[in-house]
């Protein structure tokens, strides 16, 4: 959000320290005491104002909303191809992230919605099988998405489509590691 996708970057500090790297309109101050910094964007005007405006559009709520929105539609979406395949997995998250956990022992497996699980949550939280996991990341890489190993992240910017197709590579993945009995 710093730059509103544009190339920029930021430094942090304390006060005292950060002020020498000021520039003022004291052309003294600037040529003997202003320290030298090599940031390539720093106070750089038009990264700032894309950050400004990006921050505008994020103060409205929308764009969360709609990020929330698609991955609930994502998460459903996968779990149905998890209950197609008849799969001891889901997908679970909350807001915009999902995460993947694999060959589970929760008997509320096509009914829960994570939000007020019971489920041991150091299993929930833990490690899958790291063989499962790689696999399915590179299934998914195969079919044009990339999704970490334990799950993803859903933006503003995915479509329902981009949904769609996000469902449509797990579906495959998870045939082709049938195919080659991995599950």
Request: glycine share 10%.
């Amino acid at each position: 959000v710093l730059a509103g996708g544009f190339p920029g970057a930021a430094v942090a500090g304390r006060e005292d320290i950060l002020e020498l790297l000021e520039k003022r309109g004291n052309k003294e101050w600037n040529l003997k005491n202003k320290m030298f910094h090599y940031g390539t964007f720093n106070a750089n005007p038009i990264s700032a104002s894309a950050g400004i405006a990006t921050l505008k559009i994020i103060a409205t709520g929308e764009p969360i909303n709609r990020a929330n929105r698609a991955s609930s539609m994502l998460i459903s979406g996968m779990n149905e191809v998890i209950d197609k395949y008849k799969l001891a997995w889901c997908v679970h998250g909350e807001f915009s992230g999902f995460r993947f956990l694999l060959d589970h022992t929760c008997p509320k497996r096509s009914s829960c919605d994570f939000r007020s699980c019971d489920y041991d949550y150091k299993k929930l939280k833990g490690g899958n099988d790291p063989i499962l996991t790689q696999s399915l990341r590179c299934g998914m890489l195969l079919n044009g998405v990339d999704a970490t190993e334990q799950g993803g992240w859903v933006s503003a910017a995915h479509t329902a489509k981009d949904i769609e197709k996000t469902i449509m590579a797990f579906d495959r993945t998870i045939s082709w590691m049938k195919k080659d009995g991995l599950i």
